[in-house]
Structure formats: C-alpha cells, structure tokens
C-alpha cells in the first residue's frame, strides 16, 4: 500500500527566504507525482505535475523535483510571500489502469511572515 | 478548465441522521469523479471513484455511499451518520491525470 510523508509538517519563515518542502512515497513505481496548494477551509489547486519520466517541472517561484527511484520529491519556493501562505500537499499516482488515483500526504502548513 | 460546484458549504447534523452531498461538474464531459474526506489530523483520504454513469468503486469500508445518476453528477450519502463521519469533503473531477477539486463541504456530525 502506498504511503506519502511530508516533512516537515509546519514551516514558518520571512518573507524573502527560500524553501524546500520534502514529500516521499514507500512505492516507486508510480505514474506521476503533484503538488497542491489548499487555502484554510477551501479546495485543492494544483501547482505542479511531474510525470515519472520526467526529473523536474518548474512555474514561475516554484519547481518541483523527482528522484522516482528513491521515492523522493521536493518543492521549492523561491523569494517566498505572504500570499504563498498555505498547506501544501504532495500526491502520487500509482501505474497503470484509467481511474488516476490520488495518495495524498498530511501537508506542510507554511507560513510567510511579512 | 472545469468548475466544481458542491453544496452545502457547511453542514451540521446529528447522529444517526441522513446525509446527502452534491457534486457537479461544468466544462467537461465523461469525467473521472471522486470523493475525499479530510479529517483533523489526516490526510486527505478517497473514498469514492466513478469512471462513468452508474460505476462506483469504493477505497475504504464505512458507512458511506456514493452514486452518480448523471455524467456530471456526483452523490455522497449515508443513512445513518456516525460523529467519526465529520470532516471536510471533497470532490473532484479528473481527465486523465489532472484533478479539478471542488471548494469542499464541511461536516460536523453532533
């Protein structure tokens, strides 16, 4: 069975600083991995997908890495803002078959200090 | 993109109650639909998924149902809610790999 930790569980820096967020999966063989963003009380959205081939994806601040081997991914946060203020959660897809089954992670709840 | 709506936003019911949250979707067709539950403390859990009308698999034992009448049309219900039944829920509508999440709909079962 899949399992998804996120380390650490809360970050609290400076507005400014750089970041990393950790997310690993006991099962490497899955079909892709993302990252999601949830604001207090509300939905999901989506940030980055990385396919299991693929190394890294990148979006404006953030770009997520893959090592599928080790069962490892990390986020990074560059110049980090008030508004980037949210629990991130780490998801993985397991291979094969159409239904895309999403294992989440607990999260990370950063907070950006003005 | 996709629009995920969900009602109610917030719900409070007491136990041995019955339960129904809906889902639907807009800008799409033929969606892969799923239900979450967030619960205090836990990650964000599946419960349900439906590859089409009427196809319903379930991820977890428990007192919870799922149906989907409609292409676009998801459906939570219990017939008799349990306090462990609180938590936020979630649904979200999938092409392929990608995941649209709805705002959510929060429960706590007094």
């Known amino acids: 069975k899949q399992e998804v930790t996120q380390i650490p569980a809360a970050l609290s820096v400076p507005e400014g600083e750089n970041l990393v967020l950790n997310c690993s999966f006991t099962?490497?063989?899955?079909?892709?991995l993302q990252w999601f963003r949830q604001d207090p009380g509300k939905g999901l959205t989506s940030l980055l997908l990385?396919?299991?081939?693929?190394r890294e994806q990148t979006s404006g601040r953030l770009n997520a890495s893959l090592d599928k081997s080790s069962g490892r991914s990390t986020l990074y946060i560059a110049a980090s803002q008030p508004g980037d203020s949210a629990t991130y959660l780490c998801?993985?897809?397991?291979?094969?078959?159409?239904?895309?089954?999403?294992?989440f992670g607990k999260g990370t709840l950063l907070t950006v200090n003005p | 993109s996709q629009t995920i709506h969900q009602w109610p936003a917030t719900l409070v019911q007491p136990v041995g109650s019955p339960l129904s949250l809906e889902c639907t979707v807009e800008?799409?067709?033929?969606?892969?639909l799923y239900w979450y539950r967030q619960a205090a403390g836990r990650g964000l859990q599946l419960l349900f998924y439906?590859?089409?009308?009427?196809?319903i698999s379930s991820e977890v034992p428990q007192n919870l149902s799922a149906s989907r009448p409609q292409d676009r049309q998801f459906i939570l219900s219990s017939k008799k809610l349990l306090l462990s039944d609180s938590g936020f829920y979630l649904c979200?509508?999938?092409?392929?790999?990608?995941?649209?999440f709805g705002p959510g709909t929060r429960l706590l079962v007094l």
């Open positions: 979200a509508s999938g092409q392929q790999e990608t995941q649209y």
């Open positions: 099962d490497s063989a899955i079909y892709n």
């Open positions: 990385i396919q299991s081939s693929q």
């Open positions: 998801a993985v897809s397991d291979s094969g078959g159409s239904n895309y089954k999403l294992t």
């Open positions: 800008g799409t067709s033929n969606p892969n």
């Open positions: 439906s590859v089409g009308i009427g196809q």
